[in-house]
């Protein structure tokens, strides 16, 4: 069984070999290049420690060069999922079903689970490491890039989100589970191919960034730590009153308006604004700040909700094809 | 051959009051139905009867709503088919794009009672180029081929529904004399269906004439026709008994 679900697979399989050889190739090429180009620009020092250390034309240059080749393989990752969703989990049990030859395959000696088992991991298992292997050597390279690359957005920027951790993973198994499940009860390759695409597209748009809301997040009062400069992400903000305590939102808007329509007419500058604010009471602004080092956090919240979904989806796949008509 | 701890030797299709019943009603009223062993059986009956609900009770790919089916003995599953029972669907669906020779090995690799010196040598006697890709044969060739797949399991059983269905008249003579050599030397039982009587009358010797989901008719072709009537034109009075029956109620 195991030789007929490779034979069957083959397409998919070479194409996968293809692209994990010329991927990991092309990667592991343009990686070195700009490793040379960095230090033929004298831009190791910015890359390290960003900032000062940059000189802006040598910097402009490089980014000029780069930019878009770091944004295509951040795309790359992004869309892996759902192509393998599309184009190996979709038509892997929807094109049997539609041609009938899966009553060849009922009928030979073989438990139907055998069957489903044995196709779902010879098509599965090589999607997950090329996923795993191309997202490996992307982060490998965008982290030689420093601060020069898109990294610098830190963890919780969307698209680093999706190709960081565990999420690429959890959402090739997802998009995998999603096309094989409509396929079997579709029935049709490619309405399976369509709509897991637009399910798949639909969930992850509306599930980004929901899991944040489970990470604590940190209060950081304006005068100590500027938010967001260490790769943290905002989640709130507000006012602390003397006792440090957290001032209602609406008690803090209406003393900001009242402070920003000064009764001398002209708009007061940042001194006098915070001045006045401090005469209500409102001693210091604050920020609610999910701090970088805890994404892995996220990302595992994420793995859990996207895995679950594809523990589902296999299963509903299972039960549907033992079932007996 | 397995034996039960009573008596003689365990019947092929042993059906009680099996049936199976969809939404829209019953495709196959409650049946009960023995094949015998070493039979050529004609199934037969109009589009609609329920002969390929039958086979698919038989093989397992369908589970009867009433009664019980017994297949030498044992009751059909979804965890593959009876070792000793092929079954060639109606599509006589293939992989098209596997070759003939790795459709072969498609049957080894997926029936422990695989027997390829004989598959290939079904492909050699059907004239079948064995490096063609299935996809790329003709109807004729295609038959010979899911032919060879079935055979090549060494059934005691051999399924077939509609398998002259949509052959030409001289494919259709090929394939039948193939299968009647090999059914005859094996000593396999076969179950053929097919809605037209003619193209099985000089090969079967055993008939289920199947109508509306009901049998109105099964035995030996020696003993139905006992009297001198032609097998034909018993078949079509039956028929006609159970229509004007029908239009009376």
């Known amino acids: 069984m195991i030789w007929a679900s490779f034979r069957l697979q083959r397409v998919q399989l070479l194409t996968l070999l293809g692209v994990l050889v010329v991927g990991a190739g092309v990667l592991v090429l343009l990686r070195s290049n700009m490793v040379d180009a960095i230090t033929s620009a004298q831009l190791t020092q910015c890359a390290a420690r960003g900032g000062s250390a940059c000189a802006s034309d040598a910097q402009n240059v490089f980014l000029a060069d780069w930019s878009n080749l770091f944004q295509i393989a951040r795309i ?22 539609e041609n009938g030859t899966h009553v060849l395959a009922f009928t030979q ?35 030689a890039a420093g601060t020069l690359g898109p990294r610098v957005n830190g963890a919780w920027n ?25 396929g079997v009860v579709s029935r049709r390759t490619l309405v399976a191919m369509t709509a897991a695409f637009g399910v798949f597209v639909a969930v992850r748009f509306v599930l980004v960034g929901q899991v944040n809301r489970f990470v604590p997040s940190e209060r950081r009062v304006a005068v100590d730590a500027p938010a967001a400069r260490d790769g943290g992400l905002q989640v709130g903000s507000g006012w602390l009153d003397a006792a440090g305590l957290e001032v209602p939102r609406a008690r803090s808007l209406a003393v900001s308006d009242a402070c920003r329509t000064a009764p001398s007419g002209t708009p007061p500058g940042q001194e006098e604004f915070l001045a006045c604010m401090r005469e209500s009471g409102l001693m210091n602004s604050y920020a609610l700040v999910l701090p970088e080092s805890s994404a892995w ?8 909700i996207f895995g679950g979904f594809a523990v589902l989806l296999l299963a509903g796949t299972v039960w549907a094809l033992r079932r007996q008509s | 051959m397995t034996m039960p701890s009573h008596a003689g030797p365990v019947l092929p299709v042993l059906a009680e009051g099996a049936g199976k019943r969809y939404r829209r009603g019953w495709a196959l ?71 003939v020779a ?29 490096t063609a890709k299935v996809g790329t044969l003709s109807g004729g060739q295609r038959t010979r081929v899911a032919l060879a797949l079935a ?76 009297n001198g009537t032609p097998l034909g034109e ?16």
């Open chain 1, 297 to 304: 956090l996220a990302h595992l919240y994420d793995a859990a």
């Open chain 1, 158 to 182: 969307p698209v680093n989100f999706g190709i960081d951790h565990v999420s690429p993973i959890a959402y090739t198994l997802f998009a995998f589970a999603l096309g094989a499940f409509i």
């Open chain 1, 109 to 143: 000696s073989v438990s139907r689970t055998r069957w489903m088992l044995s196709k779902l991991v010879v098509a599965l298992v090589p999607a997950l490491v090329v996923v795993v292997v191309l997202q490996y050597l992307v982060w490998w390279w965008l982290t």
């Open chain 2, 29 to 99: 009223g409650p049946t009960s139905l023995a094949i015998p062993g070493n039979r050529v059986v004609a199934l037969v009956g109009p589009n609609g009867a329920g002969k390929s609900t039958l086979m698919g009770l038989i093989t397992g790919l369908l589970r009867p709503t009433a009664g019980s089916i017994a297949v030498f003995g044992d009751r059909p599953n979804g965890r593959g088919l009876h070792p000793a029972v092929s079954y060639l669907a109606q599509q006589k669906p293939l992989y098209a794009q596997l070759t």
């Open chain 2, 151 to 226: 055979l090549g399991k060494r059934p005691r059983l051999l399924l077939l529904d509609e398998p002259l269905a949509d052959l030409d008249p001289l494919a259709r003579e090929a394939v039948l004399g193939a299968l009647m050599t090999e059914a005859k030397s094996q000593g396999i039982t076969v179950v053929l269906s097919s809605h037209v009587l003619a193209e099985l009358e000089g090969v079967c010797d055993h008939l289920v004439l199947l109508h509306r989901g009901q049998i109105l008719l099964a035995g030996g072709v020696n003993l139905l026709s006992a």
């Open chain 1, 76 to 97: 790359l990752i992004i869309v892996m999922p759902i192509l393998i969703g599309v184009f190996i989990g979709a038509p892997l049990f929807a094109q049997e079903l």
């Open chain 2, 102 to 130: 790795e459709t072969l090995t498609f049957g080894a690799r997926t029936n422990p009672t695989w027997d390829q010196r004989y598959a290939s040598y079904l492909i050699e006697q059907a004239g079948v180029p064995i």
């Open chain 2, 234 to 249: 018993l078949v079509l009075h039956h028929m006609r008994a159970a229509a004007a029956q029908e239009t009376a109620a």
